[in-house]
């Protein structure tokens, strides 16, 4: 069992910068593959990038660029930089973990909002 608590959202300005955080707890949960997706009002939920847990990270197309993704694995902690960010950034970011790639992502947090405006 894997518990995933994300943090670090927020109100900023179009162009300012946010790093969010999911701290997770449980049984070998360094191990897990951590993934951030986003959901804007009205619309599906989109995956941004992905980490394994020897660091291995893999984007979304469309955010690369502006989104980094990183993990501090003594503090059970993965991270989502998030630069440039545009009013159509606005969405709750969540966080997931699953156990390799072959799974499905089986963890998720409640998510946070991030507001971004013109």
Same mark, same amino acid.
């Not at 049984?27 to 986003?38: D, K, L």
């Not at 291995?56 to 989104?67: H, Q």
């Given at each position: ?22 701290? #997770? ?23 941004? #990038? ?40 606005? #969405?709750?970011?969540?966080?997931? #973990? ?19 405006s013109s």
């Open positions: 069992q894997v518990q995933l608590v994300e943090s670090g959202g927020g109100l900023v300005q179009a162009g300012g910068s946010l790093r969010l955080a999911c701290a #997770a707890s449980g049984s070998s949960s360094s191990n897990y593959f951590v993934g951030w997706f986003r959901q804007a009002p009205g619309k599906e939920r989109d995956f941004i #990038a992905r980490i394994s847990g020897s660091g291995g990270t893999t984007y979304a197309d469309s955010m690369t660029g502006r989104f980094t993704i990183s993990r501090d694995n003594a503090k059970n902690t993965v991270y989502l930089q998030m630069n440039s960010l545009k009013p159509e950034d606005t #969405a709750v970011y969540y966080c997931a #973990a699953k156990i390799s790639d072959r799974h499905e992502y089986e963890y998720w947090g409640q998510g946070t909002q991030v507001t971004v």
